[in-house]
């Protein structure tokens, strides 16, 4: 099966290209870049100066297959990816049972490969049962498909365990993904402190919770030598840390999610349990601090980290309704605003939700080269649309987004070489 | 208030969901009121502005002072008053907040009166509601129709708001209490201090126009007003004070630091108190001082005011 992509804008990343091109796909993967001859048998894509990038790469989804499925089922999960030009993504383990279990991991990824549109790389997890206690199987998590090695939304606090998780997850040339919130200091808080969460009578924390975990682990992966990343990190001071770490050499790398560039804590405005996230949105300087290292390089990947919560988990009083947004469909559109509102290039803002993701994990994947698979994400970058909670996929469409006017939209997926969307 | 009404507006119906949104007119207006029900509150006897109305008060926490002061306002004013706690409810028996709401929905209830120990609660309910929602306290959000009570009870003392120096001292850190006076004294030209230990301190409180003192004997100087704030005990056991006796010894309020005050300072506290712990007896029995009862006094007759206001609203809409 050969597709011809003509008259498009190519934007590969990796290799700095953005401009006018076609590109051949033959049996799944790209065959080349501006074929001088192409076959006269290729189906045609007539891209009208659309833009074509590499299928994006999400770094951090939160997936409720096993154990929560009335909130989203891998199939939900397959079509909301598509929609959103994701064709690989990037797991956390902190399902219902944790995926701690060599089985379990495999089950993730044949079933949503089953569905034909989209790559699930699980996590696996640091700690059995993701309870930050003894270390996981992480040898045999590794061999059955494992990309790294996490306890999901919850920290792993203390200093012992982490240190060891990190030690020996380096041996099977894996990260450590950490959840950068003191255990101790944010438990019970839902905000972060200072005068809005005062004036709203909401328990609050710091937000140096994040720089006080992120400074202890930076110093354990010095220590043992292992890699560290840090998903998502939302405060400056924390950046601060990460950008010291990196020039001193140290494995250490973060990716941030789009509430902590594009909104601050004012988002929550009088209780919109949408607005409840974990790390909670930050002040606005924060924010700023956040899309400074996104420009500066600080930040290595941008991940929607998508967490599903129906209505039953949200229609709650502010601190009792469960965090988390849905993100999966909007990761492009909301970066994109990084774009319009001059703080990123176009290529450096696609490169951190392809191939600097994929780079992390040493995949093919988040590249335009010949020999590469197909996966692309055709998008209009000037299209104006509006973020609706109800016009997104259900069951769970808790997106803290809801209302926002934004600017380019996914046009069609495709997968392997095969259109899932558009 | 721009439109007229009373509260806040959602959807058709006005609330009293805090003091913040209320402007300075409206708090006059309303303590104005108030005056008018104190004999009324005091005798009882008929007045029907409420006849036909149903007043339902929800305390998912327990009130002794506030839910009966709003029991007795309404039949004050000749509603029928219902008063459902979590123990006697559908509630306890794990019926969300929501479903709690259709239900009142089906009963036709005009004005909900609610306490729960979660910040925006009121809120949440005034959005899916069809009654008229007064918060009577949610979690360490607000607790209006107290400062209100508080400030009736200053006014009558002193004659005014403004200028007075109002100090508001204990655990501010999850004191709605404190919140809604603070918003309401600020509004009304009170100069207003906070004093707490750093640890019961909320974050960014200096910037709500007040002055922080963490020395209590700092904060009393000269002030025309002490308002004491309850210490709840599981606060202790959370280890944001080491002890009642450590904290009776620097915040609490003995005759010798109430010196510090202006002599003829009032003393006032929400209730309930905490003897030997916030306040020392010997302060919140000296009725040279302590308006504490008073402010009990004063609860009845701002409820009805609020009720009369809010029902008024219902009937124009009507």
Not at chain 2, 140 to 159: F, K, M, N, S, Y
């Amino acid at each position: 099966m050969k597709t011809l992509f003509r008259d498009v804008r190519l934007l590969d990343p990796a290799t700095g290209r953005d401009g006018p091109g076609s590109l051949l796909v033959v049996d799944g993967r790209i065959a080349a870049l501006d074929p001088a001859d192409p076959p006269s048998d290729a189906a045609v894509i007539e891209g009208a100066g659309l833009c074509l990038c590499p299928g994006l790469v999400d770094l951090r989804v939160g997936l409720r297959e096993p154990g929560e499925e009335h909130k989203e089922s891998l199939a939900t999960l397959a079509a909301r990816a598509a929609a959103g030009g994701v064709t690989t993504l990037v797991a956390l383990p902190d399902t219902a049972p944790p995926l701690d279990q060599p089985a379990l991991v495999e089950f993730v990824s044949r079933r949503a490969a089953s569905f034909g549109s989209l790559t699930v790389l699980p996590m696996g997890a640091a700690t059995k049962g993701c309870a930050g206690r003894e270390l996981a199987e992480m040898g045999l998590l590794r061999e059955a498909g494992a990309v790294a090695f996490s306890d999901g939304r919850r920290a792993i606090a203390e200093a012992r365990t982490m240190r060891l998780a990190l030690a020996y997850a380096a041996a099977f040339g894996a990260m450590v993904v950490q959840h950068p919130e003191e255990p101790s200091l944010v438990a019970g808080a839902v905000a972060t402190e200072g005068l809005f969460a005062s004036s709203l009578g909401l328990p609050a924390a710091p937000a140096a919770a994040e720089a006080i975990l992120v400074a202890r682990d930076i110093r354990l992966a010095e220590l043992t030598g292992g890699h560290v990343h840090f998903s998502p990190v939302s405060t400056g001071e924390a950046l601060t840390l990460i950008r010291d770490a990196k020039a001193r050499g140290v494995r250490v790398t973060c990716d941030t999610a789009p509430p902590y560039f594009d909104l601050n804590e004012t988002a929550i405005g009088e209780w919109r349990t949408y607005a409840r996230l974990s790390p909670p949105l930050r002040s606005e300087a924060d924010r700023l601090a956040v899309l400074a290292a996104l420009a500066d390089g600080t930040i290595d990947a941008i991940g929607s980290d998508h967490q599903p919560q129906d209505t039953d988990a949200k229609r709650l009083p502010f601190a009792l309704a469960e965090p988390g947004g849905v993100g999966v469909e909007t990761l492009l559109a909301v970066t994109l605003s990084t774009v319009h509102n001059g703080h990123l290039g176009l290529l450096d803002a696609i490169a951190l939700l392809t191939s600097r993701p994929a780079a992390l994990l040493g995949l093919e994947a988040g590249r335009l080269v010949p020999g590469a698979p197909a996966d692309l994400c055709l998008f209009d970058l000037d299209r104006g649309w509006q973020i609706r909670a109800d016009d997104l996929i259900g069951p769970s469409r808790n997106t803290p987004f809801d209302g926002r006017a934004v600017q380019g939209r996914v046009v069609g997926t495709w997968k392997a070489g095969v259109r899932v969307f558009g | 208030m721009a439109d007229g009404g009373f509260g806040r507006l959602i959807g058709r119906k006005r609330h009293l969901l805090g003091i913040a949104g209320l402007e300075p007119r409206a708090v006059a207006g309303v303590l104005d009121l108030a005056e008018t029900y104190i004999s009324l509150a005091r005798k009882g006897g008929a007045r029907d502005v409420l006849r036909g109305r149903t007043v339902l008060n929800l305390f998912f926490e327990t009130s002794t002072r506030t839910r009966t002061s709003f029991e007795l306002a309404g039949k004050r004013l000749g509603a029928d008053v219902i008063t459902m706690s979590p123990s006697g409810s559908a509630m306890a028996k794990g019926e969300s907040l929501l479903d709690t709401a259709t239900t009142l929905n089906a009963m036709a209830i005009d004005v909900l009166v609610v306490r729960h120990d979660q910040a925006g609660t009121a809120a949440l309910l005034a959005q899916k509601v069809d009654a008229s929602v007064i918060n009577a306290g949610d979690g360490a959000h607000e607790h209006p129709t107290q400062a209100l009570v508080d400030a009736l009870t200053i006014r009558r003392r002193r004659g005014r708001l403004a200028g007075l120096t109002v100090a508001i001292c204990g655990d501010v850190l999850h004191s709605r209490v404190a919140r809604s006076n603070v918003r309401l004294l600020t509004m009304m030209g009170s100069r207003v201090r906070l004093c707490a230990p750093p640890t019961l301190l909320p974050a960014g409180a200096a910037e709500w126009g007040v002055e922080v003192f963490t020395d209590l004997r700092a904060a009393l100087r000269d002030a025309d007003v002490v308002m004491m704030l309850r210490l709840q005990r599981e606060r202790m056991s959370r280890a944001f004070v080491p002890s009642a006796r450590e904290y009776f010894r620097f915040y609490g309020l003995s005759p010798d630091k109430l010196a510090l005050a202006k002599p003829d300072a009032l003393v006032m506290h929400p209730g309930p108190m905490n003897r030997g712990v916030e306040i020392d007896s010997s302060v919140a029995d000296d009725l040279a001082h302590s308006v504490i009862e008073e402010q009990v006094e004063m609860g009845v007759a701002v409820r009805m005011a609020v009720l009369d206001l809010l029902v008024r609203d219902l009937r124009r809409n009507a």
